[in-house]
C-alpha cells in the first residue's frame, strides 16, 4: 500500500524563522514520484516540485529547499527566513508505480505571523 | 501552458436538485482527467480516474450513480453531482494528466455548497 503521511497538522512561526515541513512516505514501487503542493486561502493548488524515486539530490529554489532521503523515506520541505505569504496548507504527495493515482498527505497549515 | 479552468468557481444549490462542474484543459489534450474532493480542513481525495470516450473509474466508497462523471472530449470533464445534499458541501478539485504517469495539473476548484 502506499501512503504520505505529515505528523505535523499546524505550524506556527514568526516571520524570518527557518521551518521544516516533514513528509514520510510508503511505497513498494522500486519508481515513484514525490510532490510538495502549497495551497493558499483561494483553495487553487500550487506545484512546488517533483522528485523521481531516482534522484536523491536536495534541491533548492530561492527561499525554499527539498532533502529527499530514501533510507528513511522522507521527502522535507524546508523554507528559509519565511514571510506570511508562505502562510498555506502544505502537501506532500507520491505517485507510485505506473499508476497515475496521487496519494496525498494530510497537509501541514504552516502560520507565519508578522 | 498546461492551464485547466473549473466553472463555476463557486456554487450554492438547494437539497435536491443536481449541480453540474466543468473541468477544462485549454492549451492541451487530457486523456485522462481526475476528480478530487476536499472537506475542510482535511486532504485531498480522489473520487475518480476519467478516460475520454470511456467510463469513468471510481474510487472505493464512492457512489458513481451520485456523482455522474463524463469526459466526452480531450479537452473536457464534466462532474455531476445528483440530488445534491448538504453532506455533499465541499471543494471540488479536477487534474488534467499530462503526457507522463506523473503529470497532473490542477484546475481552480468549485466550492459547492448544498442548502
Known amino acids: 500500500a502506499q501512503k504520505v503521511t505529515q505528523a505535523q497538522t499546524e505550524i506556527s512561526v514568526v516571520e524570518k524563522e527557518d521551518v521544516t515541513l516533514d513528509c514520510v512516505y510508503e511505497?513498494?514501487?522500486?519508481?515513484?514520484?514525490l510532490f510538495w503542493y502549497k495551497q493558499p486561502p483561494s483553495g487553487e493548488l500550487v506545484f512546488l516540485i517533483r522528485?523521481?524515486?531516482?534522484?536523491?539530490q536536495n534541491e533548492i529554489s530561492g527561499r525554499y529547499s527539498w532533502n529527499f532521503q530514501k533510507s528513511t523515506s522522507s521527502f522535507n520541505f524546508t523554507i528559509t527566513a519565511s514571510q506570511v505569504v508562505d502562510s498555506a496548507v502544505y502537501f506532500c504527495a507520491l505517485i507510485g508505480g505506473a499508476t497515475n493515482k496521487l496519494i496525498f498527505g494530510t497537509g501541514t497549515l504552516l502560520a507565519v505571523q508578522p | 501552458g498546461a492551464v485547466v479552468s473549473q466553472h463555476p468557481s463557486w456554487v450554492i444549490c438547494k437539497s435536491g436538485t443536481s449541480v453540474k462542474i466543468e473541468c477544462r484543459s485549454l492549451d492541451f489534450q487530457a486523456t485522462t482527467m481526475f476528480w478530487y474532493r476536499q472537506f475542510p480542513k482535511q486532504s485531498l481525495m480522489l473520487m475518480a480516474t476519467s478516460n475520454e470516450g470511456s467510463k469513468a473509474t471510481y474510487e472505493q466508497g464512492v457512489e458513481k450513480d451520485k456523482f455522474l462523471i463524463n469526459h466526452a472530449s480531450l479537452t473536457l470533464s464534466t462532474l455531476t453531482v445528483t440530488s445534491a445534499h448538504p453532506e455533499d458541501s465541499s471543494f471540488y478539485i479536477c487534474s488534467a494528466g499530462g503526457t507522463a504517469t506523473y503529470e497532473q495539473y490542477f484546475g481552480p476548484g468549485t466550492r459547492l455548497t448544498v442548502t
Open positions: 522528485r523521481n524515486s531516482f534522484d536523491e
Open positions: 511505497t513498494r514501487d522500486t519508481t515513484y514520484y
